[in-house]
């Protein structure tokens, strides 16, 4: 267990006051961009096997002089951070987070501490990371940045954790020493610039335990005190479930890719998901998650109290691939019409009943909140009895995954569910036509309008007494 020092240990409304904003928001974009995007899953006409395209330095241990060549060719000349605002906007995103530095050691906003960055090392020459804190802004979206911590793979420091994951092929003498060296020297000092130049409203963290708990708790006093609102995700430090105190060092927790709870945790968490197999932009990479699986997704990771990090992965041009856009402007479509069960939502006393439900129910039967893997939600099983709920103030959002044909029957909003709470009115998100809603012990009953207000994914809301 770690041992916060004084500059940590702070009172719970801090906390609060900081994460309002973002459980608010619900959905937001991730943005993993860098040099990887040029080979794109493939070195030396070798494609991946799993296209996990920003990992390249790494499987394919490729020396750090031969990846540095990749900065004089990133030339990513479309790049417009107000056009890549605007399709965040659209698909109803309230915030980005920017790769600022990945695994690679690659720098993609202006650092004083090395060239090795997209303005000194590229003929570009331009700040992404600024330009896209500009945009988010004046566009009313917040701002966030991801940074590689503990990994560096061009910069020496030891022989890693359990994982091995750093660069033993250029470094294979490298000791601790040496990761100190590069987290006081280095890291450290870049999450300074970060924190004073960019004001990131999240720093998102991706470690695996390298660090020592003096260097977390000198890094969190550092963030805490140059950064008061900016909100830290969990993996600042490699936790392992159940978290003795879990908001000691972080603001919220970020499960494993593309993981989602099994069911209410009970805590602030977010699913960081992809829109195909990998995060960084693969050219043979065309795994495209279905939209209305999208769609599905987030509204599970919300009817259990969590935020869902989509991701996107852009070209070396500097576009976002079409495939993408193309599947967030259908959630954005989805959106419109349905933004009330998402936007400031929190989980109600169940987030859902159906087939799934009761699957997932017994599956994780005393086992806490365990992380479900990528395809636990996906595929077959979506019927008009698959709900998700979400709540609001006095509203409950009933949320079908598909388009009921005749009246269903929601058990949970019973009167034996609802523990004597009455209700006051019914109605479809998106829908003029009027519900006819019957209230017994049993679960409400309600009619179907005959028109649907949206493709899928369809809300009841709920209004209580």
Request: contains cysteine; glycine residues 8%.
């Amino acid at each position: 267990m770690l041992h916060a020092s004084a500059a940590s240990e702070e009172p719970e409304q801090t906390r609060e006051q900081r994460i309002q904003w973002w459980r608010e928001a619900r959905f937001g974009m991730f943005i993993t961009w860098g040099l990887y995007s040029i080979p794109a899953g493939v070195w030396k006409m070798k494609a991946h096997p799993d296209n996990y395209a920003e990992w390249i330095m790494f499987d394919e241990k490729i020396p750090v002089k031969e990846y540095a060549l990749l900065a004089g060719k990133f030339n990513p000349v479309k790049f417009d951070a107000k056009a890549w605002v605007a399709i965040a906007r659209k698909a109803g995103m309230k915030y980005i987070v920017l790769t600022a530095k990945h695994h690679d050691g690659f720098s993609m906003f202006k650092s004083d501490l090395t060239d090795f960055d997209i303005v000194d090392a590229t003929p570009f020459k331009r700040d992404v990371a600024g330009e896209l804190a500009e945009a988010c802004r004046k566009a009313g979206l917040k701002f966030g940045c991801y940074y590689s911590v503990d990994r560096d793979w061009r910069r020496p420091q030891g022989p890693g954790n359990e994982y091995k994951q750093t660069n033993t092929w250029d470094f294979p003498s490298s000791q601790r020493e040496d990761f100190d060296k590069y987290f006081c020297d280095f890291a450290k000092p870049q999450v300074e610039e970060l924190l004073v130049n960019y004001r990131p409203d999240i720093l998102w963290f991706d470690g695996i335990g390298m660090k020592s708990d003096s260097q977390l708790e000198d890094l969190v006093r550092m963030i805490r005190t140059l950064g008061p609102d900016c909100i830290i995700n969990s993996r600042i430090k490699t936790f392992r479930l159940p978290l003795p105190q879990p908001f000691l060092f972080c603001d919220y927790i970020s499960l494993g890719d593309n993981e989602i709870a099994d069911r209410t945790p009970g805590y602030d968490w977010e699913n960081p998901g992809t829109l195909n197999s990998t995060y960084g932009y693969s050219r043979n990479d065309n795994n495209w998650i279905d939209p209305r699986e999208i769609v599905f997704r987030l509204v599970d990771i919300v009817s259990k109290g969590g935020n869902y990090l989509l991701n996107v992965g852009p070209t070396s041009e500097g576009l976002i691939p079409q495939p993408s856009i193309d599947r967030l402007m259908e959630v954005g479509t989805w959106m419109e019409t349905n933004q009330e069960a998402i936007y400031g939502t929190s989980a109600w006393r169940v987030y859902g009943e159906g087939p799934l439900f009761e699957k997932e129910a017994a599956k994780t039967e005393g086992k806490g909140a365990k992380a479900a893997g990528r395809a636990a939600n996906a595929g077959p099983g979506r019927t008009p009895l698959e709900m998700r709920f979400t709540a609001k103030n006095k509203t409950v959002y009933a949320i079908c995954l598909a388009w009921p044909e005749k009246d269903i029957l929601v058990r949970a909003l019973g009167q034996k569910g609802m523990l004597g709470g009455e209700i006051s009115a019914v109605s479809m998100l998106g829908s003029k036509e009027k519900v006819q809603w019957r209230q017994t012990g049993e679960g409400l009953s309600l009619t179907v309008p005959r028109d649907k207000p949206c493709r899928y994914a369809f809300v009841y809301k709920v209004d209580l007494k």
